[in-house]
Nanobody, 121 residues
Framework: QLQLVESGGGLVQPWGSLKLSCVASVSIFNINAMGWYRQTPGKQRELVAR???????NYPDSVKGRFTISRDNAKNTVYLQMNRLRPEDTAVYYCSAGYVKYRGYYIPDYWGKGTQVTVCS
């Protein structure tokens, strides 16, 4: 089974930056899409960034221009660079991997356990 391990979360002030890492147990060039999602209590898990094998990326408006997803195939690692962080970015951030396309998107089939990001003064 594919395993994903996130790291890099922590406490940061507003307008600060963090870089999250997700290490996969398999070569990520075999994974059609990697993504980052976040979740807070009482809310649905939401997509914050996605990257395909070809390098295509997708971001919601809430993070566009502030977050950047990237991958290093040699290290089997996907990154999420988060800049100009806001208190509303506070959440548990989860790494995901997708193999199967459904209605134009590679749906997340596997999940990491998450890493906490807290943005406050």
């Amino acid at each position: 089974q594919l395993q994903l391990v996130e790291s890099g979360g922590g406490l940061v002030q507003p307008w600060g930056s963090l870089k999250l890492s997700c290490v996969a147990s398999v070569s990520i060039f075999n994974i059609n899409a990697m993504g980052w999602y976040r979740q807070t209590p009482g809310k649905q898990r939401e997509l914050v960034a996605r990257i395909t094998r070809s390098g295509s990326t997708n971001y919601p408006d809430s993070v566009k221009g502030r977050f950047t997803i990237s991958r290093d195939n040699a290290k089997n690692t996907v990154y999420l660079q988060m800049n100009r962080l806001r208190p509303e970015d506070t959440a548990v951030y989860y790494c995901s991997a997708g193999y199967v396309k459904y209605r134009g998107y590679y749906i997340p089939d596997y999940w990491g356990k998450g890493t906490q990001v807290t943005v406050c003064s």
